[in-house]
């Protein structure tokens, strides 16, 4: 499916600005006072956003929509029609033709991708403009497909509309709201020549949305992909085969899923069994009698059973021709590689997970990532006095991008100190009495909502699940089960890639075990597998995320003489769970608590 190409008018310059967390460090209070509690200093952000102002962003709307009508449909990255060695055989267009208005209410998720590039000129012949759809999976996340935005700078060109059902008409959002990309991912498989390798992507927005969110599927869903099972598409592209025009309101078709025979009948060898999915009726060759997404859908929902079965993807030009089927990016196939991609939130907003180090004293320091390459960690900031604390995790509980800090003081209260969307990290008070607890790890999503949960184990061996709220908070436990007492627990994301938050846990005989996750709350865990031995080695282990940044999750683990050592992830299970380790560096038996 291919995106709506646009031109733009002539835009204003474009307008930065920094959103400033850094300030006055706050002093922390006396442990031993009886009504106040330790207040850990304000973490600063070393690198941040440069968002466009809202004109700019409005104006890139208004540009890209201005010339829409009477042009010819195309993406940025789609093979070209004629057909090549790289190319599909056949013509190949990627693109609700026979659908029905549907409302924001009933998919909130929605958002349209306005794109507008004006080349640094004057004239505005040679500008670059596309429109696609895409789905809120977080709220600061956007799935879309890969084509929409393969080659593009979306930071520098694009803007999200999200919160109504009606495209822009002269700067009016018609009540929704527009917002900057920060960051963009693309399926590294991705390849644009045949739009096969997984034709998905992920924009990171420069703001938290205040609207519902909708999930891909998970990696073991099977159900969803059933010849026959009803699915609904979503979008704002062109309801007519003989129109370039796209909808100014979103539409919506229910269509039946189709086998990967299907699709393989019709295109050959263009249609990839597990990358992509099959929907629809085979097109009648005109409008009437079709049901299918056309040009303008391209990275919008197939939603089936309430996920994200596919997104939009390709089909024939014009959207019609006899016997074609639309094909989706099959999202259960890379559901690892997107809940990377959403889960990926660090302390100074380069998409690499960083760090919390405490000495003994109460000084902390964050220490940055230097991603792939040696000595993985180096830059720090000095965060002041957390002596107050026992404990700290890293999470980004309430999805906006921004690392929050759950911290336990020494009189047992739990907090969440975390930014509040405007100009400073505040506090949020979780509850007392949560020194009966031997240990709080956070290893993401365990029950299946997208938002990270609280895993506890208390005095008596007993793990329980808190589900995260999305706000800081937590909800009602549930008990995991006993006899956890001999283990170390730990482990922060999604280590065998399928999509679900796994838990790490150190028996007592020094075995490392991988606990994978089920997706839901009960049971939260499958079948554990086993790491290896020799473990006992190491007196703290390390988990915030992936270190790397190549989507896996890693490992650090001290070593009694003080160096620090890194494991990392293979998105394998088993003894290949992570790589041979690699050292890190010496000199970290100078903290006793790690976050």
């Not at 190319?87 to 958002?111: F, L, N, R």
């Not at 939260?524 to 597998?529: E, L």
């Amino acid at each position: 499916m291919t995106s709506t190409p646009r031109r733009a008018r002539l835009a204003l310059p474009a307008a930065t600005a920094a959103l400033a967390l850094s300030g006055a460090v706050l002093a922390a209070a006396p442990a031993q006072a009886s009504d106040t509690t330790p207040v850990p200093p304000r973490p600063t952000v070393t690198e941040q956003p440069a968002a466009a102002s809202q004109a700019e962003l409005l104006e890139r709307v208004k540009g890209s929509g201005a010339a829409a009508k009477g042009d010819t449909a195309g993406a940025p990255a789609q093979p070209k029609p004629t057909p090549s060695a790289e190319a599909p055989s056949t013509t190949v267009d990627p693109k609700i033709i026979g659908g029905k208005d549907a409302t924001i209410s009933e998919a909130p998720w929605m958002v349209q991708l306005h794109y507008r590039d004006r080349k640094g000129t004057e004239t505005t012949e040679d500008d670059e403009g596309y429109f696609c759809g895409g789905t809120l999976v977080a709220p600061a996340k956007v799935l879309t497909a890969a084509h929409c935005v393969y080659g593009l700078d979306w930071a520098k060109n694009g803007a999200v509309v999200a919160g109504t059902a009606k495209l822009p008409e002269d700067g009016d959002l018609h009540g929704g709201r527009v917002a900057g990309v920060w960051r963009q991912w693309v399926n590294p498989t991705y390849r644009p020549s045949s739009i096969s390798g997984g034709d998905l992507a992920v924009l990171t927005l420069t703001e938290a949305l205040p609207y519902k969110t909708l999930q891909p599927t998970s990696s073991s869903d099977t159900v969803s992909y059933a010849n026959g099972t009803p699915a609904t598409v979503y979008g704002w592209g062109r309801t007519s085969s003989t129109s370039e025009d796209i909808s100014p309101t979103l539409k919506k078709a229910t269509v039946p899923m189709r086998s990967d025979a299907a699709c393989t009948s019709y295109w050959g060898s263009d249609f990839v069994a597990g990358q992509m999915a099959c929907a629809g009726n085979p097109a009648s060759g005109q409008d009437a009698g079709t049901v299918s997404p056309c040009n303008g859908d391209s990275g919008g929902p197939l939603v089936v059973n309430g996920r994200i079965a596919g997104v939009v993807s390709w089909g024939v030009n014009d959207c019609v021709a006899s016997g074609a089927y639309a094909v989706y990016a099959k999202t259960r196939t890379y559901a690892g590689d997107i809940n990377a991609r959403v889960d990926d939130t660090d302390l100074d907003f380069d998409g690499l997970a960083d760090l919390f180090a405490r000495t003994p004293g109460g000084t902390a320091y964050e220490y940055y990532s230097f991603g792939n390459r040696a000595p993985y960690l180096g830059d720090r900031l000095e965060l002041g006095d957390w002596g107050g604390v026992n404990l700290v995790r890293q999470a980004d509980l309430d999805r906006d991008f921004y690392q929050d800090y759950l911290f336990r003081t020494t009189d047992g209260v739990l907090y969440t100190f975390a930014f509040n969307g405007s100009d400073r990290y505040e506090e949020i008070r979780v509850g007392g009495g949560w020194n009966a607890m031997k240990d709080l790890r956070v290893p993401g999503d365990l029950s299946g909502d997208a938002l990270p949960d609280l895993v506890a184990k208390d005095k008596y061996g007993v793990l329980w699940l808190y589900p995260g709220k999305g706000n800081g908070l937590f909800g009602t436990r549930a008990r995991i089960g006993g006899g956890w007492s001999a283990y170390t627990i730990t482990g922060k994301g999604d280590y065998n890639r399928d999509g679900k938050s796994d838990l790490l846990a150190r028996d007592g005989s020094g075995v490392l075990w991988l606990y994978p996750g089920t997706g839901k709350a009960a049971p939260a865990f499958g079948t554990r597998g086993k790491v290896g031995g020799g473990w006992s080695a190491y007196n703290a282990l390390a988990t915030a995320g992936d270190l790397t940044g190549d989507g896996r999750t890693d490992l650090l683990a001290r070593d009694t003489s003080g160096v620090l050592w890194l494991y990392k992830g293979t998105g394998k299970t088993g003894s290949a769970t992570f790589q041979a380790r690699t050292r890190v560096g010496g000199g970290w038996g100078a903290f006793n608590l790690f976050g």
